[in-house]
């Protein structure tokens, strides 16, 4: 075989064990919030069919979806998101309980020109919780208070989750007397406000050809203050004559009343009118966080109420409402707040070889070990014991064990802390309590 | 949008919460046996480029290989195993210390027709440790003791770790008269031992061209007992002019002497003339492991002893072991030994709604349960009371909390363990405790 050049496919990724060691752990974290707030998860596979795909994710999107090559055919695709395939599996399998709460962390593709500096790329993990079968605020509710109790967890410091409303979102375009179709371009214009601040919105307006006088009636709304309930309920006493306002009010602010017995960080969430969210299906409450030191990085988390995407794919139409939390900007906030620690290894303990002869007693206390759930390592070669003690370090373990001759005859082993440099000598048959009370947990 | 038939893709899979549950608890059980054996973990892209892939399957296994169709080109495929991106990670990553302990859990992809029914797949996870950069018999005992420990882990009863060398095959061939280019005609003859039986490896040899002599004579070989040291050393003295089979003995030698020390399993594992593995980058020690009380299964785990792999690419050749533990066998393994167990949620209690005017103290006495570290839902809306109880216990949550009006200005609770029917009251200052002491942990 001639040599190949060894590369990692453009826009993806190789974890490897520092990174995957902290991803581990954030996984493991956000299984057990899922969990407590009583999500379960699934898993569907990296394939669809392409026409479960096909006709959700709008034009843009849908040019980004990942095909497969098959016998000359193309039928199937790499999945695109969650949601879609949730939306599959609920209808496809008619006895999964209602509402069924579930939480999925699986990679999605994306045939994009990846563009890493901004963190996109062609494969990533994409975690969500969805609540499907149930219309009540209730359900809205509790998606917003894991929201708060996951991020609240991560140690980012303060933040904010941004609650709109899309029905709010159509009443200000009814109210600054626009017809529903233009319900469509007023969003992406708002959809931008993050990026391009009020007066970029008002510049998208008048490019989706939005006249002065809706345009300006349009951004005076878009001024209102953010807040919690009292900011919902200023707008829908002020708007009280457009319908889908005091209709979107009414169904925000019962979702705030759940909050308010619900969430431990009710402080966190606002009631915001520049937050539109860009995806087509939402059809009620829409949200996003964000990190409060770190106002330019975007989103950690978007969702929203969708209560016709089911209906796709059955006769029978489903509520719903669910979130995405963005993995890859949750780990690039913890490393910009000098969070993200990390270590290449688990490793708590290393057992040295002294010597040929060493090899049965160094093998026997790594069974020990072991058995008594220490998580240890023996180095393979009896090499000069400072070079094995400079592998350790240089691997991340902090302990390591070794036994000289004299030792050996004294039924003594020494356990030397390589983050300190101290020694200890341990009797034989102390070992693992002695190991376990210096070890990293 | 017209209504589109929900369908997995054939060969895939959905898991649903149940299966899901038990799969996340697996990953879990193997993580923390890996990580106790200072192995770490990585993830590789789903797609790699297609020159990674090839010339490393054998033209059978190429043909299964899935390209992706992109922009009319393709030059990208879905990963087939784990051990070529492995290969090319350890490559590609100069600084990884050495030896190199890793494990890594991910879906792989066939092109392939799927028999479902025989447990082939177009979509499967697979769950490989490896130890590259080391050539020490040790690291190979290392993979051992670790598979052992990891079988004796699930509850699967009794079972066998067999054993062979790739020297000690090919030293057979030679034994028997026959070229170095018969090696691998004869290898393949021997991989179908477990399906067809000493007999059916005659009928392989004959279609294989092997004549008589070389055919009766490799039988005879075949024939000798399996076992422990004491079949190697056997076989070592009956053979000792025949120097591959003298190097390949020595080295499983050395190999059990570790075990010896290493593993609290050793007497799972035998020496097994019969054992050939079917890939071709093996080199040295090859292993699989089987239950005994499902002895036509197949095998639980392969691996072996690959030391060419790396260099493909890299000017540097490194010595690798490593074994691959097969996720859907040891589902299967459980399921048909009743082991499997499993529920579809992990819930520990769930609070219901008397009436409308009970959704505050059920909310708050829902964050107090979460907040205490409890899993815990609500159901979201103020149903009869009976129709409640019964969702929860369809769903398989074992606990439920409620509060009437004449307990509500008592401050009292109502916990029911749906299991046993009981009800018992308690204080609301005691909910946390009480309720833990009665969850299922």
């Not at 902290?22 to 707030?37: K, T």
């Not at 975007?298 to 669910?322: I, K, M, N, T």
């Amino acid at each position: 075989m001639s040599r190949i050049e060894p590369r990692t496919f453009r826009g993806a990724r190789d974890f490897l064990p520092a990174e995957m060691i902290r991803r581990e752990g954030l996984f493991a974290y956000l299984r057990e919030v899922f969990q407590r707030h009583g999500f379960a998860p699934i898993e569907t596979p990296a394939i669809e069919y392409l026409e479960v795909l096909l006709g959700k994710y709008g034009s843009e999107g849908e040019k980004l979806i990942y095909p497969l090559a098959y016998k000359g055919g193309t039928t199937a695709a790499l999945r695109y998101d969650l949601t879609v395939p949730l939306a599959r599996v609920v209808a496809q399998y008619r006895d999964l309980p209602r509402p069924f709460k579930r939480y999925q962390m699986q990679p999605v593709w994306r045939a994009d020109t990846p563009t890493i500096h901004q963190g996109r790329y062609r494969e990533f993990y994409q975690c969500d919780a969805d609540i499907v079968g149930e219309a009540s605020p209730l359900a809205d509710a509790e998606i917003l208070s894991m929201i708060g109790e996951v991020i609240a967890g991560l140690g980012v410091g303060n933040f904010t989750v941004r609650v709109n409303h899309r029905a709010v979102l159509e009443g200000m375009v009814g109210a600054a007397g626009l017809p529903p179709e233009a319900n469509r371009a007023v969003l992406r214009a708002i959809d931008k406000f993050d990026k391009v601040g009020l007066a970029g919105v008002e510049k998208e307006l008048e490019k989706e050809g939005i006249e002065d006088m809706p345009r300006s009636k349009l951004l005076d709304l878009l001024a209102l203050p953010s807040g919690g309930r009292e900011a919902i309920l200023a707008l829908a006493d002020r708007w009280s004559g457009e319908p889908r306002i005091g209709e979107g009010a009414a169904e925000l602010l019962r979702i705030w009343q759940a909050l308010e017995q619900i969430s431990p960080d009710l402080g966190r969430f606002q009631f915001c009118l520049t937050l539109a969210r860009g995806l087509d299906y939402y059809t009620g409450a829409v949200f996003e966080s964000f990190i409060d030191d770190l106002p330019h990085m975007g989103s950690l988390s978007g969702g929203g109420r969708y209560d016709d995407l089911v209906g796709v794919f059955s006769e029978e139409s489903l509520p719903a409402v669910g979130t995405t939390i963005g993995l890859d900007r949750i780990f690039s906030a913890l490393e910009q707040l000098g969070q993200a620690g990390g270590t290449p290894t688990r490793t708590q303990v290393m057992v040295l070889q002294f010597g040929p002869e060493s090899e049965g007693p160094a093998l026997r206390t790594l069974r020990r070990l072991r058995q008594s759930g220490l998580r240890a390592e023996v180095w393979y070669r009896p090499e000069r014991l400072g070079k094995q003690i400079q592998q350790a370090d240089k691997r991340g373990v902090p302990l390591v064990l070794f036994q000289g001759p004299d030792e050996a005859a004294a039924g003594i082993w020494t356990l030397k802390v390589l983050t300190s440099g101290e020694q200890i000598q341990i009797p034989e048959a102390d070992l693992e309590a002695r190991v376990r009370a210096l070890a990293t947990p």
